[in-house]
């Protein structure tokens, strides 16, 4: 049975962002559409802090209308097209302070009927173990792009807490020199739905 969860208040998002990218794992991203709820404990998460980082759209403090929204504070979410992916990210760090976590990887948790037709013809461990993939599970689109995360219909709120949890590089940012080889990406040791 579906029922609505109590979204994290917004300091939960105020900490420092690589913090932020570890306590988020675990938590329960949630998004309600007219054909019903879609949840999924996040998994593996990617912090990505900002202008000194040469892997971050804000690095150099690029400052575009795709980025507008990492200037804001934190708890709300940065949405961008990659081929033909949404990608969600959490922005972190304070105002003016371009930061931000993806969200790399859900356990699939409610609305498995809604996640397998809108992931046609995919196995379960493979609707949501990518953070192109997990967008698309949940029906998450640009749309909801500069939404915070405290309210429906997007919204981040409690799951349960990891018992493990590793780091190492971050993926598909080969062309970042040094920024390749920082261990900020974060995920749940064991968990199947990790994205590789």
């Known amino acids: 049975m579906n029922q609505a969860h109590e979204p994290l208040p917004l300091e939960f998002y105020n900490k420092p962002t690589i913090e932020l990218a570890q306590s988020l794992l675990g938590c329960l991203l949630v998004k309600e559409t007219e054909e019903g709820l879609a949840s999924g404990y996040i998994v593996e998460t990617e912090a990505y802090k900002g202008p000194g980082d040469r892997a971050a759209h804000s690095y150099g403090n690029r400052r575009t209308k795709r980025t507008e929204i990492m200037y804001h504070e934190a708890g709300v979410v940065y949405t961008y097209t990659m081929h033909t992916h949404t990608l969600i990210n959490v922005v972190s760090g304070e105002a003016d302070e371009p930061e931000a976590v993806l969200i790399r990887a859900l356990e699939p948790h409610e609305g498995l009927a809604l996640m397998e037709k809108r992931r046609i013809g995919k196995k379960p461990?493979?609707?949501?173990?990518?953070?192109?993939?997990?967008?698309?599970?949940?029906?998450?689109?640009?749309?909801?792009?500069?939404?915070?995360?405290?309210?429906?219909?997007?919204?981040?709120?409690?799951?349960?807490?990891?018992?493990?949890?590793?780091?190492?590089?971050?993926?598909?940012?080969?062309?970042?020199?040094?920024?390749?080889?920082?261990?900020?990406?974060?995920?749940?040791?064991g968990n199947r739905y990790v994205s590789r």
Do not use: C, H, V
């Open 125 to 189: 461990r493979d609707w949501t173990n990518g953070p192109g993939k997990l967008t698309k599970a949940l029906s998450i689109t640009m749309n909801d792009y500069g939404r915070t995360l405290t309210a429906p219909p997007l919204y981040i709120a409690k799951g349960y807490e990891p018992q493990d949890i590793l780091s190492g590089p971050r993926i598909g940012i080969d062309n970042s020199g040094e920024a390749r080889e920082y261990p900020w990406r974060f995920w749940i040791k």
